[in-house]
């Protein structure tokens, strides 16, 4: 139990476009899910708080602008990076959180080139 | 500022060898206490979760809790190549559902 899917796993893009990756937790609700961004070598930067039915919480330093939350359905949470630049390029990694405890469970990343 | 302090390693044990980990925090008020495992390039998974002082042991692993001195650690027993990663500490900031992480220590099992 407790998987955490995560699509598109890769992509490349043109700078100047937009990109929307889904988070779905398959076999439980989560109210909270969490969007993180890895850089290479370092650890998980948490980005914002995805609440169902309600608006994201964004991190100090995030735009929230240009890093679109949505949280639409218990099982589904979608990270929007509006006209990307060369610097958005990352790792990004949603998490699910049991709506029964704290542990959080992470998708498997997608990590996005930004040309 | 809330923070989680891990050495970054790397942390270099012969096979079957005991390998100690060790993370400290901050945040008097955190409460529960995870292990997380990350191998190059793929996202981190859970290896155990502690919320109560002592030690907790699922299989070859155990995490070691103190929260007087704050202070968290995981132990893998018999450790083999395969257990060669990162190890993220990850606690959970009083008063939310966030985590704040560690850098993580990697781990380097040699065969």
């Known amino acids: 139990g407790a998987v955490v899917s995560q699509h598109p796993s890769r992509v490349i893009c043109k700078s100047g476009t937009s990109v929307k990756i889904e988070c779905r937790s398959l076999d439980f609700q989560a109210t909270t899910m969490f969007w993180y961004r890895q850089f290479p070598k370092q650890s998980l930067m948490l980005m914002a708080t995805?609440?169902?039915?309600?608006?994201?919480?964004?991190e100090q330093g995030v735009e929230k602008d240009k890093f679109l939350i949505n949280h639409a359905s218990l099982t589904l949470s979608t990270l929007t990076v509006t006209s990307a630049h060369p610097e958005d390029s990352s790792f990004y990694i949603c998490?699910?959180?049991?709506?029964?405890?704290?542990?959080?469970?992470f998708g498997p990343g997608t990590r996005l080139t930004v040309l | 500022q809330k923070e989680v302090e891990q050495n970054s390693g790397p942390l270099s044990v012969p096979e079957g060898a005991i390998a100690s980990l060790n993370c400290t925090y901050s945040d008097r008020g955190s409460q529960s206490f995870f292990w997380y495992r990350q191998y190059s390039g793929k996202s981190p998974e859970l290896i155990m979760f502690i919320y109560s002082n002592g030690d907790k042991e699922d299989g070859r692993f155990t995490a070691q809790l103190n929260k007087a001195s704050q202070y968290v650690s995981l132990l893998i027993r018999d450790s083999q190549p395969s257990d060669s990663a990162t190890y993220l500490c990850a606690v959970m900031a009083s008063g939310t559902y966030k985590y704040i992480f560690g850098t993580g220590t990697r781990l380097k099992v040699l065969a």
């Open positions: 995805s609440n169902e039915g309600s608006k994201a919480t964004y």
């Open positions: 998490s699910a959180r049991e709506d029964v405890g704290d542990t959080q469970y």
